[in-house]
């Protein structure tokens, strides 16, 4: 099993910034890709942002140039800063990890986090 635990979430003014950081307790398991998706009230869950063990980072279009995922390996941390936010950008923030047990490629294991609140007021 692996625990994610979450942190950061808050209230905002628009144009405000927040971090968000998500620990993972993973002892036998190599995190492959770590993530944040993001859920609104009546809309489906969607990524907001990835990035690999490597270091390849994806974001979705809505949060390029506003928000940085970075990634402590060594902590098995996981930090989104979100800059610039918008009211759209509430909602309910979900860690993601996709693990493989160590020394192993496969089957992948995918663990969320509880979630935390995001509203940003306009």
């Known amino acids: 099993q692996v625990q994610l635990v979450e942190s950061g979430g808050g209230l905002v003014q628009a144009g405000g910034s927040l971090k968000l950081s998500c620990a993972a307790s993973a002892s036998i398991f190599s995190i492959i890709v770590m993530g944040w998706y993001r859920q609104a009230p009546q809309k489906q869950r969607e990524l907001v942002a990835s990035?690999?063990?490597?270091?390849?980072?994806n974001y979705s279009d809505s949060v390029k140039g506003r928000f940085t995922i970075s990634r402590d390996n060594a902590k098995s941390t996981v930090y989104l800063q979100m800059d610039s936010l918008k009211p759209e950008d509430t909602a309910v923030y979900y860690c993601?990890?996709?693990?493989?047990?160590?020394?192993?490629?496969?089957?992948?294991?995918?663990?969320w986090g509880q979630g935390t609140q995001v509203t940003v007021s306009s």
């Open positions: 993601n990890v996709d693990v493989v047990r160590r020394g192993t490629f496969a089957p992948r294991y995918d663990y």
């Open positions: 990035i690999t063990s490597g270091g390849s980072i």
